[in-house]
């Protein structure tokens, strides 16, 4: 990487204010420095659009990775099979999927709960087939690549696992420019980073410093930590936090990418079902994680207690909030 491209990159990599340098400290396992290979798993759209111009400019680049074989494995792609069968009697998408996708990728056939689920798939596999240094690279299908900014957002994307392989990053966090009043926004700030600070305060501080995304759908990780992850208790739902939670505990090397100002809404706004659902499932997960972890103490019950308690609250006040901003 020349020194132009490198700067580049530092910069985009460069926090908030609140923030530190974009890097975490050393982890206590160090990564081979052998060059490895990167992994690409796309995540294809549980729900297939009519409008396949995203889907399009996705798999042009999906195609230009898959023709350099000596940087990138077989680009792998995770398709729902509930997906297929709600299709399998549309000739576009077949046609699509036989000449497109299957042309450039290896498609993954899996009955998931989720996308977390898909993740899990996917990385799975292409976990079991690397190894050392290389980089295992989450790349989601159903984000708006078909407009002008989309494209600029593609042809960046790469330098996410390219910081984990060049900078030895245990894991790189896309962050996607929104304002203040974007919903996502607006359901980390009052929701999840909430419930964060309620449960794993320490974590969620330093969480904070590194990205205002924790539940990031971008993101590039190096197979040590990958394998650590694995490792774990996966979540049908929101993977991302708690694998920064893990990347804490575990003092594992985090920064964050910025990725661009895309969006995989297609009215732009969240509705309020869909902000509840995702606080409670936040607090749903928050709550098992912690209980994991301290279960084996003397006493965990009544902490559990009181942090419930409080976690109730929060969730009560993120509720009423959400509900005046977003209706």
């Excluded at 792998?76 to 046609?95: G, W």
């Excluded at 299957?102 to 993954?108: L, P, T, V």
């Excluded at 919903?183 to 501080?205: C, V």
């Excluded at 809404?265 to 607090?283: D, F, H, I, K, N």
């Amino acid at each position: 990487m020349d020194n132009d491209a490198r700067q580049t990159r530092m910069e985009a990599m460069k926090k908030s204010p609140a923030g530190n340098q974009g890097t975490r400290r050393e982890a206590k396992t160090s990564e081979p420095t052998v060059p490895g290979k990167i992994h690409p798993v796309i995540i294809y759209p549980f729900r297939q659009a009519a409008d396949y111009s995203d889907l399009e400019e996705l798999y042009r680049l999906v195609a230009r990775l898959d023709e350099d074989k000596e940087k990138y494995s077989r680009p792998l792609t995770v398709m729902d099979r509930k997906t297929h069968y709600s299709m399998e009697q549309n000739k576009r998408f077949l046609d699509f999927k036989r000449n497109v996708v299957a042309r450039h990728s290896e498609i993954m056939d899996a009955w998931c709960v989720d996308t977390c689920q898909m993740w899990y798939a996917g990385l799975g596999k292409a976990y079991e087939a690397g190894g050392g240094s290389d980089v295992y690279w989450l790349i989601p299908g159903d984000f708006n690549y078909g407009t002008a900014i989309g494209g600029e957002v593609l042809g960046r994307l790469h330098d996410l696992p390219e910081i984990c392989l060049e900078l030895q990053q245990d894991i790189c966090i896309g962050e996607i420019a929104t304002d203040h009043n974007n919903s996502k926004q607006l359901i980390d700030t009052y929701g999840t980073f909430a419930l964060m600070y309620n449960w794993f305060p320490a974590e969620a501080r330093e969480i904070r410093q590194f990205t205002e995304r924790p539940r990031s759908e971008f993101f590039a990780v190096r197979h040590g930590f990958l394998r650590e992850v694995l490792a774990q208790r996966w979540f049908a739902y929101e993977q991302t936090v708690v694998m920064l939670l893990h990347a804490m505990f575990n003092n594992r090397r985090i920064t964050r990418f910025f990725v661009g100002n895309i969006s995989d809404l297609p009215e732009g706004r969240e509705s309020l079902a869909s902000a509840m659902q995702q606080v409670e499932r936040t607090e749903r997960v928050l709550k098992t994680v912690w209980r994991e972890r301290h279960e084996p103490r003397t006493g965990w019950t009544k902490e559990y207690g009181i942090l419930e308690a409080q976690s109730e609250q929060v969730r009560r006040a993120a509720m009423i909030i959400l509900q005046n901003l977003l209706t």
